[in-house]
């Protein structure tokens, strides 16, 4: 595994020019960034491979009994595209760690990384068999993971619609364990407290990162009315600084959606706003003629049951709302089927620990927006769905734990 980070630190500027020609990622990022962390993933999981332990156990009565955590067996990874190299990395490594063998399928519009992983993890040593990438479509390739008899477990992450079909293979199969990383619509909560200028540049990252792409977009932002309306004058004036283009381009801030399905559904849910009635602050469709490249796009007035505030766009679009109370805020924040993350702006302690217990979501930042690393775990509550990526639950979910009994004296029990 350690041989496998440097050959990836070794390959970083041929593996972030993968993830931009096939997912539109800035190439800039993907090169200082994600190519980087995958390295750090495998050392961090590579660290803990020789901890997996179980416990002895305190038994009622002359019983000597221990636990062992032994590796599930096959583990079916089914992954999207919009972070081909991360979401691989945080399956394989905590897998690897955990000695189970995998079958890995990425997404369609996205499996050239994956492909050179597989290659540097067999030039790392890794024994043939271990880590199978199998690239093909989600209703052949990934169902035949999903539905496999011989397959011990399904890691899936993509969306909601998709989770639900992959669980239902896993249950009409062999029964396999399931974890699903799902959709989101997470809550961005700034109260009036809050820096301006620290808030507008949070709120826009966290909608606006890899061009609306990221499963924990902070999508909704809801504002206290103190500061709302100096805040919608700042955060409008950015987003049309915002630059669109070139994802290879160093001075481009959001390249290309990821193919022509998912920029015509953006733009349809940008109509569907304009229709529900909700204002357009600023952006609302396309950019030039070429390339699937959209606008950033903000919305005031929405009403909490339309449809831009219920689905997932997985594009650069932005509900802004103004709120008053925290009662209200946090009632108005956890109206969503998802639970996957949430994030609350305010220099008072009281109320960021009141909204953090108070949000059903499976990652909580205060003063922060999407700050992701190797030891915090990772995945939703409700429809965002269950179980955890990276931390050691990231890796104990890969573990299957069996207990050990056995008389203390040598009489027969
Ligand atoms: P998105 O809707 O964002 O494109 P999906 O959830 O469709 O994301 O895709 C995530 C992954 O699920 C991809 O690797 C895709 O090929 C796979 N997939 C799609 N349909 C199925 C299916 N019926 N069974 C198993 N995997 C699928």
Redesign the pocket.
Known sequence: MLKFADLIEENIDELAALDTINAGKLFSLAKASEIPHAATLLRYYAGAADKIHGEVLKMSCELHAYTLREPIGVVGH????NAPTTVFMLKVAPALAAGCTMVM????QSPLSALFYAHLAEKAGIPDGVINVVAG???TA??A??SHMDIDMVS?T??T??GR??MQ?AATSNLKQVSLELGGKSPFIIFDDADLDTATDLALTGVLHNKGEICVAGSRVYVQEGIYEEFEKKLVAKAKAWSVGDPFDPNVHQGPQVDRKQFEKILSYIEHGKREGATLLTGGGRLGSEGYYIQPTIFTDVKEDSVIMKDEI?GPIMSLMKFRTTEEVIERANNTRYGLAAGVLTKNIDLANTVSRSIRAGIIWINCYLAIDNDCPYGGYKMSGFGRDLGLDGLHKYLHVKSVVTPIYNSPW
């Open positions: 089914i992954i999207p595209w399928k990425p997404a369609e479509f989600g209703p990934g169902a993971v999903s899936f993509g969306s619609e998709v079909i992959v293979a997985f």
